[in-house]
């Protein structure tokens, strides 16, 4: 396994090995990268800072241009598209995942930042406008925006349990989402962000608030648990949710009193997919740590370059 | 110079114009087709400025920007922003009270803060024609070669149909990426993060 972790301040993917942490190269990939996503082989690298991503396969880059400032997150279609919401401007690029080719654009709400995919439908979250536009990307054209009420900013969206999830961070809200309506949604903590997905419950940090709320899929079922510190991320391995705190060089299980020390705070995890560890980037200490959730201990620790932000194992 | 707002220019405004800009009395009636056709031309004549020029949005910040109540500036705009990989430089500074600023301060204006160079391509716009015309001029007397002015403006972008916005897409932010925490993050000085 190869731990990837693009380090936003430096301009560079830094890959680590798996077993020891130790550094197997540094991949420049463009200005201020902050998210990895595999298709079918390749990763695709969104570089904020820049109106284009990277993609690196077989040990080259290929610079994919978007023609929009501020890719940020990535959606794989069944027909071969990625799909790359571009916070800076109004508009989700659509990229053939074989030519690495920009096939279309499609206007949707200001700043978008995220998108998910669900049964051909692209859902495009909006921090500027607050909506949800709903896309074909096949036909690259929008079908229909979701207004989520007044005034809020949305950060995270995933499909997951049959539904759309939308999280507005400005209203502190989760909000469930069918192609054409809002269904429901409910409150959760303050200054939340995305959610994160267990085998029957989501559950959402609230960063201002010290919370995690735990939800069940039709949002009907709440629980708060008043966590305290300044918890960024949850992550789910093997069922369990493990809370990252910005401020807190400890992962704490949700809902028990389990925790596992670490070397520094955690900001943002990926659990690899033997589910038995998680791959945490300590991004205001410039390392990444891997962790054995099940032996509850610190594998190895690396040093990256500045600003290491979300992991992939590869 | 054109000294009405309302009056678009000849032609009706279809082309990045080198020469001076003119005025007519009207807008004549054009085919709608024949108007798209030119928009994507002129479409793709942006993106190649934004790629190998430099596109000089005139308007004030807080249109560039999209600012949260940027719809009080100009309610006719459907979208709030600026184009693509423009820089805003308001037009406002060409002038001191009733007189054109100093040379010297437009050419540091310019030359230093905005970083142009007298011979790059350079394509201005604004709201409508006035503003832009007014820094086309300056830009000219300054010495840059190559001058134009994209005279739909940003009215003609913001307000193409629904369908068409991914290809003329509104930018809010600007290349300046700043990292924020335990905020909402992304203020209006155009900066913007994943962290927060």
Known sequence: MLAAVPCADADRVVLLDGADGRER??????????????VA?????????????????????????????????????????????????????????????????????????????????????????????????????????????????????????????????????????????????????????????GPENLYVAGRDDGTVTALSPDLSETTVHDVGGSPSSVVVADGTPWLLDREDARLRAVGSAETISIPYPAFLGYVTPAGSSVIVSHYD???????????????????????????LAL | MCTNPNVPPEGGGRTLTGGPPRCRAGRESERDDVVDARLAERRVEIEKTA???????????????????????????????????????????????????????????????????????????????????HTWLVLRALGAEDVRLYDGGFREWANVSGDDRGRYPVETKTTTVIETSGSVGGGGDGGFSCTG
């Open chain 2, 51 to 133: 790629d190998g020029g430099v596109l000089v949005d005139v308007r004030p910040p807080e249109a560039y920007l999209g600012a949260r109540r940027a719809d009080e500036l100009v309610a006719s705009n459907d979208r709030h922003g600026h184009l693509p990989g423009a820089i805003d430089v308001h037009w406002i500074d060409n002038v001191d009270d009733r007189y054109v600023t100093e040379p010297g301060q437009l050419a540091s204006l310019y030359f230093n803060a905005a970083e142009l160079d007298q011979g790059d391509l350079i394509v201005v716009y604004g709201q409508g024609n006035v503003d832009p015309t």
């Open chain 1, 25 to 38: 190269g540094r991949i420049p990939v463009g200005d201020h990268p902050v998210h990895l996503a595999e």
């Open chain 1, 285 to 311: 200490d410039d390392r990444v740590s891997l962790v054995d959730l099940e032996a509850g201990e610190t594998v190895w620790t690396a040093e990256t370059p500045s600003k290491p932000f979300e992991p």
């Open chain 1, 41 to 197: 082989g390749a990763v695709f690298v969104a570089t904020m800072g820049d109106r284009a991503v990277s993609v690196v396969e077989n040990g080259t880059v290929t610079r994919v241009e978007t023609g929009v400032l501020g890719p940020s997150h990535f959606a794989a279609t069944d027909g071969g598209l990625v799909l790359v919401p571009c916070t800076g401007g109004d508009a989700l690029a659509v990229i053939d995942r074989e030519s690495l080719a920009l096939v279309d654009r499609v206007g949707v709400g200001a700043e978008p930042h995220d998108v998910a995919v669900r049964e051909g439908r692209a859902y495009v979250g909006s921090r500027g406008d607050g909506t949800v536009t709903v896309v074909d990307s096949a036909a690259g054209r929008a079908l229909r925006t979701l207004d989520l009420g007044d005034g809020p900013r949305i950060q995270g969206v995933d499909a997951e349990f049959g539904g759309v999830y939308a999280v507005d961070q400005a209203g502190g809200r989760i909000a469930l989402l069918s192609e054409s309506e809002l269904i429901v949604s409910d409150m959760v903590g303050e200054n939340p962000y995305e959610a994160a997905f």
